[in-house]
DNA sequence: CAATAGAGCGCT
DNA sequence: AAAGCGCTCTATTG
């Protein structure tokens, strides 16, 4: 085959080639590690095939395909054709050892841009071969897809103009009408023959190459040659991240999932005994029948009021709404509050979803190949997913370390707990303060909140100064209280509604803080429109198609169809999933959604800039230092959203401290802006376990 | 048995 | 009629 690398001195011929050009695409094929289950587990994986790809050139390389070709393909039992699957020995194969010591100069050569389709998995893949990171400049197809269109794989406009997600497969049907993959060779490579996952890794790097070449040359006409320059080196923060990996108490973690199983049993119980039933309760079917069944039924016959989601569409529907419209969720509950079933049912599904979700979702359970154990060598490698988010945000998956448990409750601090400095190290702790806020002072330009945070002021207290007009020294906790409330709503643009059940206030008095707020800050309201307008500006789904978009503070774009509604509206007949003289309201509901999502995008957007800046700098920073710190390195850990967390030898941290102040506030943070970060040192906390961070 | 939808809930 | 996520569970559907 074409392409097929099996010896040494082939290999050697194909890496002087690639190493004349400035950029290739490659891919890997894995199967499981050492340990069961760890494919698609990057640190612990094993590489079967590496491909390669650059201009007139293809190469594929397998090093321990167990299978040849398949000997027999078709067999005649009794009265039915089988396909045993038989195979041939594969060819002799080169060993990774081998293969990598001879493609180093090529991963490890400074002016080769390395692309990859989600490469953060195949760089840490190849990680324990190499024995570092292969280094930038590192692209990612992937990436520049997402950078180019945000919204593939989201319905709405265009849906059917559009590939149907993110993958390389999807991707390459849709801009080359090429579906190599239907066997889905790759889920599971060592099922299939030699010769198949050969062409399959192949096309792999083949197509991604055609692909990156494509967006390449798209990221320049649509001015988004910054943002990339950000995303691309995000790319080697993701690397270092994900493979260092977040340390756990793994001790205290075991001891929680059997102090949670023993209190889980006693919760169950108390349902039971209060409801006078057995019933699944983690059921909301079941929690229906028995809340709002009648009590003729034996049901506790509460008269819900709160409708799920579905519930909601069909009242729209003007059907007769069952129990089952209602909803059973935590604030639903919350009028019934001292109803036995309600209390033990609200117990028993705090301490569950943290069990369920956190400890043995860490923990994995025994016996379950579906809930496997997260945790390796005492640390848990999360995927910070660049590309993970319409606005620019990371998501973390696999699992999620964005949505640990808050210290509020006892609970929640003992599951944040549980990510603890290993011994002899610190964790330092710095989060953006209202960096949200500082973003759209900063954008205004002046103003209540842009005055506020040259003069230091707490952004909440300063909000609540002007809305009800008291002086800084003057405002109590909860005018503070009801500001952050205020100041949230103008960043998620929410309504008066909203705003009155937050407070628990009438929806009067929420008109009149919002007016009060309105008269305040002038500015706000007057930018945001400005912003609208100049989103819709931009966009036009008459003639040539033109998606409204805004621009980030480093140049990340959100396309936001739904801002043009009236002009949909007109053009109705092209949509075909809703026809909005049946559905005015519902259009106008998707005006206001978009128009929320535009406003949002711009604040959390260049939040999202910023936080991976700071982590370019840090990983910068830090990487250097590893140099002149050989087995004292700091390391980042965790970071989430507007949060960054390092672990840090208890002998450096006043250095970790500057470090993070450096990288999160230094000069070229600092200015993006024009309102100070007023971040300090004293501000960074340095705790053994992350729950001690915040109070 | 596997995939999917909905409800629900953890986070910033 | 509050932005952005991912995970677990149940119930339904293929």
């Known amino acids: 085959m074409e392409g097929l690398i099996l010896t040494a001195e082939q290999l050697r011929t194909e890496v002087e080639y690639f190493l004349k050009q400035d950029a290739f695409s490659w891919d890997t094929e894995t199967m499981d590690g050492p340990l069961p289950d760890t494919r698609g587990v990057p640190t612990q994986n094993r590489v079967v095939w590496l491909s390669m790809a650059t201009h007139g050139r293809t190469i594929v390389i397998p090093m321990g395909h167990p299978n040849g070709d398949v000997l027999l393909q078709k067999a005649h039992t009794k009265n039915k054709i089988v396909y045993p699957l038989v195979y041939d020995a594969p060819p002799e194969q080169m060993r990774p050892s081998q293969v990598f010591a001879i493609l180093e100069p090529l991963f490890f050569n400074p002016d080769i841009t390395k692309i990859a389709h989600n490469a953060t998995f195949d760089l840490i893949t190849v990680e324990k071969y190499f024995d570092r990171i292969p280094i930038g400049p590192n692209s990612d197809s992937i990436v520049l897809q997402w950078l180019l269109d945000e919204n593939v794989g989201e319905l709405g406009w265009g849906f059917n103009q559009r590939p149907k997600g993110k993958g390389l497969k999807e991707l390459t049907r849709f801009y080359f009408g090429v579906d190599y993959d239907k066997e889905e060779v790759g889920r599971c490579i060592e099922k299939h023959a030699f010769s198949k996952v050969a062409r399959y890794a192949l096309l792999d790097a083949k197509y991604t190459w055609l692909l990156w070449k494509q967006f390449d040359g798209r990221c320049l006409g649509e001015d988004l040659w910054a943002i990339r320059e950000l995303e691309e080196q995000t790319t080697d923060v993701c690397c270092q991240m994900g493979l260092i990996g977040a340390p756990v108490d793994v001790q205290a973690l075991r001891e929680l999932e059997k102090e949670l199983s023993l209190k889980l049993e006693i919760l169950e119980a108390d349902v039971y005994k209060a409801a006078g039933k057995i019933f699944n309760m983690n059921s909301p079917k079941q929690k229906q029948e028995v809340l709002f069944g009648p009590k003729s039924d034996g049901c506790q016959g509460l008269v819900p009021v709160k409708m799920t989601k579905g519930g909601k569409l069909k009242a729209q529907r003007k059907a007769e709404p069952t129990i089952y419209d209602y909803s059973t969720d935590q604030e639903a509950l919350e009028p019934f509050e001292g109803n036995q079933v309600v209390d033990a049912l609200t117990a028993y ?301 208890e002998d450096r941290v006043e250095e970790g401290k500057k470090f993070l102040l450096e990288a999160m506030s230094g000069a070229e943070v600092q200015d993006l802006l024009n309102v100070p970060l007023a971040m300090t040192l004293d501000s960074i906390a340095v705790v053994d376990r992350w729950s001690d961070a915040k109070e």
């Open 349 to 649: 599904a705090e301490v569950a979803k943290l069990q369920s979700t956190y400890v043995q979702g860490y923990l994995g359970v025994d016996g379950d190949p579906k809930k496997p154990s997260r945790i390796f060598n005492g640390r848990i490698h999360t995927d910070l997913v660049q590309y993970g988010t319409l606005t620019g945000r990371f998501s973390s998956r696999t699992p999620n370390l964005q949505n640990i448990p808050a210290p509020r409750s006892e609970l929640g601090k003992k599951v944040r707990g549980l990510f603890r400095a290993p011994k002899g190290y610190k964790f330092l702790v710095a989060d953006y303060a209202q960096m949200e806020l500082r973003i759209l002072a900063s954008m205004i330009g002046f103003g209540g909140l842009y005055d506020g945070f040259h003069a230091g002021v707490d952004a909440h207290t300063q909000t609540a100064s002007l809305v009800y007009s008291v002086t800084i020294e003057d405002v109590k906790k909860w005018q503070r209280d009801a500001a952050k409330t205020l100041n949230f709503a103008i960043v998620y643009g929410a309504q008066n509604k909203k705003v009155a059940q937050t407070l628990g206030i009438t929806v009067e008095e929420a008109d009149v803080l919002l007016a009060n707020h309105r008269k305040a800050f002038p500015e706000i309201y007057a930018f945001r429109d400005q912003i609208m307008e100049l989103a819709r500006s931009r966009g036009s789904i008459t003639g040539r198609v033109r998606i409204p978009y805004i621009s980030t503070i480093m140049g990340r774009k959100r396309r936001v169809w739904e801002v043009l509604y009236d002009v949909a509206q007109r053009e109705a007949p092209r949509l075909p999933w809703y026809n909005p003289r049946r559905h005015a309201s519902a259009v106008r509901s998707v005006l206001a959604r978009g128009e929320r999502q535009v406003f949002n995008s711009l604040v959390q957007g260049s939040l999202g800039d910023i936080i991976k800046l700071a982590m370019i700098r840090m990983n910068r920073i830090l990487s250097e230092d590893a140099l002149k710190n050989p087995g004292r390195e700091i390391y980042m850990v965790l970071s989430v959203h507007d949060e960054l967390v390092i672990q840090c030898p």
